[in-house]
Nanobody, 123 residues
Framework: QVQVRESGGGSVQAGGSLRLSCTAS????????MGWFRQVPGKEREGVAI????????RYVDSVKGRFTISRDSANNTVYLQMVRLEPEDTAMYYC????????????????WGQGTLVTVSS
């Protein structure tokens, strides 16, 4: 059984910063990739960023490039999302996924997903 837990969400004003953390745990589990996704009520979940745990290759969606940075601690199956210059449009529930390696396609039937952490950005 693999468990994924996110933390670090909160409320900030536009222009502010937040850092999200996520750890995947399970017997002998080693994720190939880990990533961050977000969802606004009434909309589909969308990818934000992914990172390979081995080489550290990253992918971002265009809307967050230059503002968000994904990083990892592979030894501990942990991934971070540093978010700066936050905008109200970034308000969403942020989900972490382990062993899911696509940023432009979201399939919750693949990989292991957490319960989410809420980010609220006020103008």
């Amino acid at each position: 059984q693999v468990q994924v837990r996110e933390s670090g969400g909160g409320s900030v004003q536009a222009g502010g910063s937040l850092r999200l953390s996520c750890t995947a745990s399970g017997n002998n589990f080693r994720a190939r990739c880990m990533g961050w996704f977000r969802q606004v009520p009434g909309k589909e979940r969308e990818g934000v960023a992914i990172i390979t745990t081995g080489g550290g290759t990253t992918r971002y969606v265009d809307s967050v490039k230059g503002r968000f940075t994904i990083s990892r601690d592979s030894a501990n199956n942990t991934v971070y999302l540093q978010m700066v210059r936050l905008e109200p449009e970034d308000t969403a529930m942020y989900y972490c996924a382990a062993d899911y390696c696509a940023v432009n396609v979201v399939n919750q039937g693949i990989g292991y997903w957490g319960q989410g952490t809420l980010v609220t950005v006020s103008s």
